[in-house]
């Protein structure tokens, strides 16, 4: 798939994925009290505390984006470049409840995927989370490990792995 440069500019999704109008652009710093609502709205136990946040919205090596519809964050997806280990880590990705099987998760996985250009990427996810799991699945991503006991609560988490020279 070709998909456009990262930049500050608008990224159309693709009208075949969906057909409400979402905007994907880089996230930054001011973007931290909006990714703090998503982040309670999604993850609830395991919402990640302001400095996190701050964290991921700011340090160096984080591909950072978020989906707005009419100026408003309504997804975002976060990826660590490993380049020494020829890896991306997606550390975080949430889309609001009100609009979620729009495609916004899918569009937001295909830039973050390209804009940390690595070979392999990886994720982890909670076994219940059978949405996010068939997401994933549907992308390329195989299980490749388990971390027993991982999430608040004791749940195990799957990781998964995607090699994207396989995908065409
Ligand atoms: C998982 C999540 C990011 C998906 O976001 P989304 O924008 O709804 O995903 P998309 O619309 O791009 O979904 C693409 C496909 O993935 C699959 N999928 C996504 N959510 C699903 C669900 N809840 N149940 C079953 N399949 C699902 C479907 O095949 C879907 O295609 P379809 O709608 O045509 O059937 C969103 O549900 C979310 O924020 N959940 C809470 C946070 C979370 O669990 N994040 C992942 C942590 S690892």
């Known amino acids: 798939m070709s998909l456009p440069?990262?930049?500050s500019q608008r990224m159309e999704p693709n009208p075949a994925e969906t057909s409400i109008p979402f905007e994907i652009h880089k996230a930054g710093w001011r973007?931290?009290?909006a990714l703090r609502r998503l982040e309670e709205v999604c993850?609830?136990?395991d919402a990640w505390p302001v400095v996190d946040l701050l964290g991921v919205l700011t340090l160096?090596?984080?591909v950072?984006?978020?989906a707005l519809m009419e100026n408003e964050l309504v997804g975002f997806v976060a990826g660590d470049v490993r380049p020494r280990e020829h890896l991306g880590w997606i550390t975080t990705i949430g889309v609001l409840p009100q609009y979620r099987r729009m495609?916004?998760?899918n569009q937001l996985l295909d830039l973050c995927e390209?804009?940390?250009g690595q070979p392999k990427v990886r994720l982890c996810v909670r076994k219940s989370n059978v949405g996010a799991i068939r997401l994933y699945a549907q992308r390329g991503y195989q299980h490749v490990a388990v971390w027993n006991h991982y999430y608040n609560g004791g749940e195990d988490a799957l990781v998964l792995e995607k090699h994207?020279?396989?995908i065409s």
């Open 5 to 7: 440069p990262l930049g």
């Open 31 to 33: 973007d931290v009290r």
């Open 43 to 45: 993850f609830d136990l």
């Open 60 to 62: 160096p090596g984080i």
């Open 64 to 66: 950072r984006l978020k």
């Open 103 to 105: 495609g916004i998760a």
């Open 114 to 116: 390209a804009g940390m």
């Open 164 to 166: 994207m020279d396989a």
